[in-house]
């Protein structure tokens, strides 16, 4: 069984740190003040996710290393063609480098993608085209009637470049269907239009502070 990627990751253990007023310490902090091992995860062509614990972080690396020979060297299998919807499912396995916040927003990302292109699509069959499709489609979505912002579908747009460069990266495409897509350009916040009875309710209220 070859190996599709390697990656290694802090694997935290006991309580939460606290600051000096009792509260818990941000995630960011936490590699300096909370114990942790080092963990080496990978995924093999077969679809099938394998780890092991390491003391070091060198250690971790001579592993993975290891794990990873085979793929640089040429020996490794055909990967098997996955749906979006497996790669979605290993994609928020492995990731568990990720904040929580940021685990949410993939996790509403990749239930757009399956929406719209389908549980069942290969991800070897997700084409530029159906990328540029699927940002189309996102950007008529519309929240208590009110359209969706430039920088709301941006951001979007980043999230699948990044979801779809974990499948380049593992080998499972060649190439990442959302890169080069531009982004929408975010300009100034529209004018807002008051009617007549606005105006002249603004022109009282002025008049009466003197102004």
């Known amino acids: 069984m070859a190996t599709a990627k390697v990656g290694i990751y802090r694997s935290y253990y006991g309580s939460i ?117 699927f940002i189309a489609w996102y950007r008529k979505r519309q929240v208590r009637g009110v359209p969706l912002a430039p920088a709301t579908v941006n951001k979007v747009l980043r999230e699948c470049r990044r979801i779809f460069r974990e499948a380049v990266d593992c080998h499972f495409i060649k190439s990442n269907p959302f890169d080069g897509m531009r982004p929408l350009k975010v300009g100034e916040s529209p004018w807002h239009f008051v009617t007549p009875v606005e105006f002249h309710a603004l022109m009282d209220a002025t008049d009466s502070r003197g102004d």
């Not at 003040?33 to 080092?38: D, E, K, Q, V």
């Not at 990978?42 to 690396?61: N, V």
């Open 17 to 133: 740190p606290k600051n000096s007023s009792g509260n818990p310490l941000p995630k960011c902090e936490w590699p300096k003040t909370r114990p942790h091992s080092w963990v080496v995860r990978w995924f093999g062509y077969d679809g099938q996710r394998y780890s092991r614990s390491c003391t070091t972080r060198k250690e971790a690396e001579r592993l993975a290393e290891e794990k990873q020979k085979d793929v640089r060297v040429g020996q490794s299998d055909e990967p098997r063609k996955l749906t979006l919807k497996e790669f979605g499912d290993m994609y928020l396995s492995i990731r568990t480098d990720l904040t929580e916040r940021c685990i949410v927003e993939h996790k509403r990302v990749i239930r757009f993608l399956r929406e719209r292109l389908g549980d069942n699509r290969p991800i070897q069959r997700v084409t530029p085209l159906d990328a540029r499709s």
